[in-house]
């Protein structure tokens, strides 16, 4: 372990020796040049073949975990709160988006543009999420302690139950007749949205003041931060986005069950939460793409990989508490202003002047 920690240190240096090394309209033009090139990769890459229908069904998996990731990690890791009926938001947007492709946008007589209209469908989902996180929200965090876990988990079980007996939907058999709409390119774009949206949202007053309910919740009232309304906002963004995962998922599949929106989706969700580490974006993309391919590695073992999952999450409890990036984030994610480098340069600009202003003037130090 010492030999890996040294060896992953000594790269770490190297890349930021290499780093600094480049001019700053690079570094500033780095990160979107990526976000384009593979965007256009997530189109063409698939087009050519270079990417086989296999590798394709896993990418898109892995986007659609990153953004389930992300939405729960606001709450879980950022917040300090604890949900564990993530899937059931999930399921709304799912359903709430299939009944818009399959029977109102056909109805409407707008079966030829369904295709166009794919987001506008998953956006509604996701607000259908986000209505019914306020309902949950709203009686939830009039309490404090372990009891949003109960709730969330007594919502899950109330969604799967509804589901199963709503027979006009399928009931027990599930709803199908969606179009094949989720693309690797459609998944990439929401990944990004996600992101980009959630990593500002961190970054904001509000996301100062989640932050701040995690430390301290009492602490963080007396300084004047409106608790309930950081809460309440906060799980109602976790639960649109949710929704949109939701959605993306229902149409690759073109068929979804209520019992694969049990309790042990919700468990998955948390499982890649607290192995890329709670408080981190950068682990909550690391945490959702190793879980799910390595679960697809897995695939041989059949039903025994799915034990796999639990033993991780005990190993990492015992070994990492905070995950694989528990509490850090990765530089590129980060506003500049909050960069390590910043703090170092306003340190040397400001502070150690001062500093030795006041050690060679003691008496007044502002000569």
Same mark, same amino acid.
């Given at each position: 372990?010492?030999?890996?920690?040294?060896?992953?240190?000594?790269?770490?240096?190297?890349?930021?020796?290499?780093?600094?090394?480049?001019?700053?309209?690079?570094?500033?033009?780095?990160?979107?040049?990526?976000?384009?090139?593979?965007?256009?990769?997530?189109?063409?890459?698939?087009?050519?073949?270079?990417?086989?229908?296999?590798?394709?069904?896993?990418?898109?998996?892995?986007?659609?975990?990153?953004?389930?990731?992300?939405?729960?990690?606001?709450?879980?890791?950022?917040?300090?709160?604890?949900?564990?009926?993530?899937?059931?938001?999930?399921?709304?947007?799912?359903?709430?988006?299939?009944?818009?492709?399959?029977?109102?946008?056909?109805?409407?007589?707008?079966?030829?543009?369904?295709?166009?209209?794919?987001?506008?469908?998953?956006?509604?989902?996701?607000?259908?999420?986000?209505?019914?996180?306020?309902?949950?929200?709203?009686?939830?965090?009039?309490?404090?302690?372990?009891?949003?876990?109960?709730?969330?988990?007594?919502?899950?079980?109330?969604?799967?139950?509804?589901?199963?007996?709503?027979?006009?939907?399928?009931?027990?058999?599930?709803?199908?007749?969606?179009?094949?709409? +989720?693309?690797?390119?459609?998944?990439?774009?929401?990944?990004?949205?996600?992101?980009?949206?959630?990593?500002?949202?961190?970054?904001?007053?509000?996301?100062?003041?989640?932050?701040?309910?995690?430390?301290?919740?009492?602490?963080?009232?007396?300084?004047?931060?409106?608790?309930?309304?950081?809460?309440?906002?906060?799980?109602?963004?976790?639960?649109?986005?949710?929704?949109?995962?939701?959605?993306?998922?229902?149409?690759?599949?073109?068929?979804?069950?209520?019992?694969?929106?049990?309790?042990?989706?919700?468990?998955?969700?948390?499982?890649?939460?607290?192995?890329?580490?709670?408080?981190?974006?950068?682990?909550?993309?690391?945490?959702?793409?190793?879980? +799910?391919?390595?679960?697809?590695?897995?695939?041989?073992?059949?039903?025994?990989?799915?034990?796999?999952?639990?033993?991780?999450?005990?190993?990492?409890?015992?070994?990492?508490?905070?995950?694989?990036?528990?509490?850090?984030?990765?530089?590129?994610?980060?506003?500049?202003?909050?960069?390590?480098?910043?703090?170092?340069?306003?340190?040397?600009?400001?502070?150690?002047?001062?500093?030795?202003?006041?050690?060679?003037?003691?008496?007044?130090?502002?000569?």
């Amino acid at each position: 372990m010492g030999k890996v920690k040294s060896l992953i240190s000594a790269f770490k240096e190297r890349w930021d020796a290499f780093y600094s090394s480049w001019p700053e309209p690079v570094k500033r033009a780095a990160v979107p040049g990526l976000v384009a090139f593979f965007f256009l990769a997530s189109i063409f890459f698939p087009a050519w073949g270079i990417i086989n229908l296999y590798w394709q069904q896993v990418l898109i998996y892995v986007g659609i975990n990153i953004i389930l990731t992300l939405s729960l990690n606001l709450v879980n890791g950022y917040m300090g709160e604890f949900s564990v009926g993530h899937a059931g938001f999930m399921a709304v947007g799912a359903y709430v988006s299939s009944i818009l492709t399959v029977w109102v946008f056909p109805k409407l007589g707008l079966s030829q543009y369904t295709p166009y209209l794919f987001p506008l469908a998953l956006i509604i989902g996701g607000l259908a999420a986000g209505l019914t996180g306020l309902v949950v929200a709203f009686p939830s965090f009039r309490t404090r302690g372990d009891y949003l876990a109960i709730v969330t988990l007594s919502w899950n079980m109330i969604v799967k139950s509804v589901l199963e007996n709503i027979e006009a939907i399928g009931g027990p058999r599930g709803f199908m007749g969606m179009p094949k709409l +989720t693309s690797l390119a459609w998944v990439y774009v929401w990944v990004v949205i996600t992101i980009w949206l959630i990593r500002n949202l961190v970054y904001s007053n509000y996301g100062r003041g989640a932050l701040s309910i995690r430390e301290d919740e009492i602490a963080a009232s007396l300084v004047s931060v409106d608790t309930r309304t950081v809460k309440i906002v906060t799980f109602v963004i976790a639960s649109f986005f949710a929704g949109i995962a939701g959605g993306l998922y229902a149409h690759v599949l073109v068929f979804i069950n209520p019992k694969a929106f049990s309790i042990l989706k919700s468990t998955d969700i948390l499982v890649m939460v607290y192995l890329g580490g709670i408080g981190s974006i950068g682990g909550s993309i690391l945490g959702a793409t190793v879980y +799910t391919v390595l679960l697809e590695l897995l695939r041989p073992l059949q039903v025994w990989r799915w034990v796999i999952g639990p033993l991780l999450l005990v190993f990492l409890m015992i070994f990492r508490p905070h995950g694989i990036m528990g509490m850090r984030e990765w530089k590129f994610l980060m506003p500049p202003e909050e960069r390590p480098e910043s703090w170092r340069k306003e340190r040397e600009l400001f502070v150690l002047p001062k500093l030795a202003s006041a050690k060679a003037n003691p008496l007044n130090p502002e000569k």
